[in-house]
């Protein structure tokens, strides 16, 4: 009898391993709760599991389930890779995974949508319910703001971030959902005065970089640790004849910011600090991109002369600048530098328009880089009063290879000013710009990289004739939001005050209950 029940012991354990094993690919060693709870622990986990809402599996050194099955390194599911394989950043699916439905009909296959903190993510043209686009007023329904300049990013978490000027003094808005309805955190950056002329985007770290020109004028740069930039660096980075002109901001292949700015006098042109950390601690000594543009237009036409800056595709900065006016003669036009290295030591720069005699093209450049890899840049033909679109063909923008595209038709009036691009989902150009004419924010969708044409007219997006305002459209800066729909920060001058708002198109198009059928 001893040794029976011996053997029959014996047994009872090597079950109840060899099921643990075959549970467990790779035959780990699992404890059975003795407590009765539904928890099983695996990889030293002590047995049982003395909170009864702590139930399900745990793979973990040292906690207890949190959930139905809690997982502390990685994961396979299947065999051979069949499945997820969840290891570090890497996700190999060679089968098909269904969620909320009983097979699965694809690679991933979902019933009811795929929410990520609390957002919904529709990314496909044909999965999106068209609705209607919508205004609203930053930061709130009743502030005006004392001065201007306004530019939009979207930060790491896809919500909108913009920086304005709001007496003489930087201000930065985090929007909790995509379309900022509800209230809009604002940080109040109080270390510089008499700011202007402010650019924005998104460091290595996540969290937005800003540039701007201060009272001197001098060139200043905030480097921000949280979304709404509560706690923030700030340095000093030129003071040696820093023109009250507009900045432009990205960040280096190195993750490092970048700003382009120009200054004036004798050291006349445009300039790049290349910062060599996040925060640009000791800033190396600027790189002269051009000393052509010893003079500038006067009053709100100066705000054109921005010498807008990207990141190619090779990893190496390229602008492209507006020469006004230098003594040499045949030099007014749009300009464009590509770096050819990280330092910009080495460049190639290239003439893209060349103005006649009296005519002025180039102004309020705006630069984005198309799904081929080659730079796109909108410009505003003033002599003619047409938005215009360069579409490179290489990274270099050689003269030859660069398509001019009138983009607006003459029955729009004088267009142009203020232009902002960036590419839809589908690659393709999309365009926020003024309507002197209309005095309205317009936004293009392109339908081809050239926008040679265009889906439909351009929407003129003026505010509801219940707000009443003229001067819509000045400093519009347009993004892609977490949906992959269209948001337009701009100014809308309304009595001679500036007030700010956001757009939250509808559509790719931003056509209100825009679809494909």
Same mark, same amino acid.
């Given at each position: 009898?001893?040794?029976?029940?011996?053997?029959?012991?014996?047994?009872?354990?090597?079950?109840?391993?060899?099921?643990?094993?075959?549970?467990?690919?790779?035959?780990?060693?699992?404890?059975?709760?003795?407590?009765?709870?539904?928890?099983?622990?695996?990889?030293?986990?002590?047995?049982?599991?003395?909170?009864?809402?702590?139930?399900?599996?745990?793979?973990?050194?040292?906690?207890?389930?949190?959930?139905?099955?809690?997982?502390?390194?990685?994961?396979?599911?299947?065999?051979?890779?069949?499945?997820?394989?969840?290891?570090?950043?890497?996700?190999?699916?060679?089968?098909?995974?269904?969620?909320?439905?009983?097979?699965?009909?694809?690679?991933?296959?979902?019933?009811?949508?795929?929410?990520?903190?609390?957002?919904?993510?529709?990314?496909?043209?044909?999965?999106?319910?068209?609705?209607?686009?919508?205004?609203?007023?930053?930061?709130?329904?009743?502030?005006?703001?004392?001065?201007?300049?306004?530019?939009?990013?979207?930060?790491?978490?896809?919500?909108?971030?913009?920086?304005?000027?709001?007496?003489?003094?930087?201000?930065?808005?985090?929007?909790?959902?995509?379309?900022?309805?509800?209230?809009?955190?604002?940080?109040?950056?109080?270390?510089?005065?008499?700011?202007?002329?402010?650019?924005?985007?998104?460091?290595?770290?996540?969290?937005?970089?800003?540039?701007?020109?201060?009272?001197?004028?001098?060139?200043?740069?905030?480097?921000?640790?949280?979304?709404?930039?509560?706690?923030?660096?700030?340095?000093?980075?030129?003071?040696?004849?820093?023109?009250?002109?507009?900045?432009?901001?990205?960040?280096?292949?190195?993750?490092?910011?970048?700003?382009?700015?120009?200054?004036?006098?004798?050291?006349?042109?445009?300039?790049?600090?290349?910062?060599?950390?996040?925060?640009?601690?000791?800033?190396?000594?600027?790189?002269?991109?051009?000393?052509?543009?010893?003079?500038?237009?006067?009053?709100?036409?100066?705000?054109?002369?921005?010498?807008?800056?990207?990141?190619?595709?090779?990893?190496?900065?390229?602008?492209?600048?507006?020469?006004?006016?230098?003594?040499?003669?045949?030099?007014?036009?749009?300009?464009?530098?590509?770096?050819?290295?990280?330092?910009?030591?080495?460049?190639?720069?290239?003439?893209?328009?060349?103005?006649?005699?009296?005519?002025?093209?180039?102004?309020?450049?705006?630069?984005?880089?198309?799904?081929?890899?080659?730079?796109?840049?909108?410009?505003?033909?003033?002599?003619?009063?047409?938005?215009?679109?360069?579409?490179?063909?290489?990274?270099?923008?050689?003269?030859?290879?660069?398509?001019?595209?009138?983009?607006? *038709?003459?029955?729009?009036?004088?267009? =142009? +000013? $203020?232009? &902002? @691009?960036?590419?839809?989902? %589908? !690659? #393709? /150009?999309?365009?926020?710009?003024?309507?002197?004419?209309?005095?309205?924010?317009?936004?293009?969708?392109?339908?081809?990289?050239?926008?040679?044409?265009?889906?439909?007219?351009?929407?003129?997006?003026?505010?509801?004739? *219940?707000?009443?305002?003229?001067?819509? =459209? +000045? $400093?519009? &800066? @347009?993004?892609?939001?977490? %949906? !992959? #729909? /269209?948001?337009?920060?701009?100014?809308?001058?309304?009595?001679?005050?500036?007030?700010?708002?956001?757009?939250?198109?509808?559509?790719?198009?931003?056509?209100?209950?825009?679809?494909?059928?």
């Amino acid at each position: 009898m001893e040794k029976f029940m011996h053997h029959n012991t014996k047994f009872i354990f090597a079950i109840a391993f060899l099921s643990a094993a075959i549970l467990f690919a790779g035959g780990v060693f699992a404890w059975v709760n003795p407590n009765n709870f539904p928890g099983v622990g695996v990889g030293g986990l002590k047995p049982g599991v003395t909170d009864p809402t702590k139930v399900g599996i745990a793979l973990s050194d040292s906690e207890e389930p949190q959930s139905a099955l809690s997982v502390g390194g990685a994961l396979s599911i299947g065999s051979s890779y069949i499945g997820i394989t969840a290891n570090g950043n890497n996700l190999l699916t060679q089968g098909n995974v269904a969620i909320g439905r009983p097979t699965a009909i694809a690679k991933l296959s979902v019933n009811g949508g795929i929410t990520l903190e609390g957002i919904s993510q529709r990314f496909f043209p044909n999965t999106k319910i068209p609705t209607q686009n919508f205004y609203y007023r930053l930061p709130n329904p009743t502030e005006v703001i004392s001065g201007g300049y306004l530019a939009l990013t979207i930060g790491r978490d896809g919500m909108p971030v913009f920086v304005y000027v709001d007496d003489g003094r930087i201000k930065v808005g985090h929007c909790t959902i995509p379309d900022c309805s509800n209230p809009v955190s604002i940080s109040d950056l109080d270390l510089a005065q008499g700011i202007g002329n402010v650019s924005i985007s998104i460091g290595q770290n996540g969290y937005p970089i800003i540039a701007g020109i201060a009272s001197g004028p001098k060139l200043i740069f905030y480097a921000c640790y949280d979304y709404e930039c509560k706690n923030s660096t700030y340095r000093d980075l030129d003071t040696i004849n820093v023109l009250d002109l507009p900045t432009s901001i990205t960040t280096q292949s190195n993750g490092f910011p970048a700003i382009s700015y120009r200054r004036g006098t004798t050291s006349a042109g445009v300039y790049l600090i290349l910062c060599e950390n996040i925060s640009c601690e000791n800033p190396p000594n600027p790189v002269t991109i051009s000393t052509l543009g010893s003079g500038f237009p006067s009053g709100d036409e100066k705000n054109g002369t921005r010498a807008q800056l990207a990141l190619g595709s090779d990893g190496l900065l390229f602008t492209a600048y507006f020469v006004y006016y230098d003594v040499l003669a045949g030099a007014q036009g749009i300009y464009f530098k590509k770096c050819t290295n990280m330092e910009c030591t080495s460049s190639v720069t290239n003439k893209l328009i060349n103005n006649a005699l009296n005519e002025v093209v180039g102004e309020f450049a705006s630069v984005t880089v198309g799904s081929d890899g080659f730079p796109l840049i909108t410009v505003y033909h003033a002599t003619n009063g047409r938005l215009m679109l360069l579409s490179c063909k290489d990274i270099n923008c050689t003269p030859s290879l660069v398509t001019v595209s009138t983009v607006s *038709s003459l029955s729009e009036g004088d267009v =142009g +000013k $203020y232009s &902002s @691009i960036t590419t839809s989902i %589908d !690659g #393709l /150009p999309l365009i926020a710009y003024q309507s002197k004419t209309a005095q309205a924010l317009y936004v293009r969708k392109c339908g081809n990289k050239e926008c040679t044409i265009s889906h439909g007219t351009p929407l003129a997006l003026d505010l509801p004739a *219940s707000l009443g305002g003229e001067g819509g =459209g +000045k $400093y519009a &800066s @347009i993004g892609l939001g977490v %949906d !992959g #729909l /269209p948001v337009v920060t701009f100014l809308q001058t309304v009595g001679g005050q500036n007030t700010m708002y956001f757009l939250k198109c509808g559509s790719e198009n931003c056509l209100p209950y825009w679809s494909r059928r």
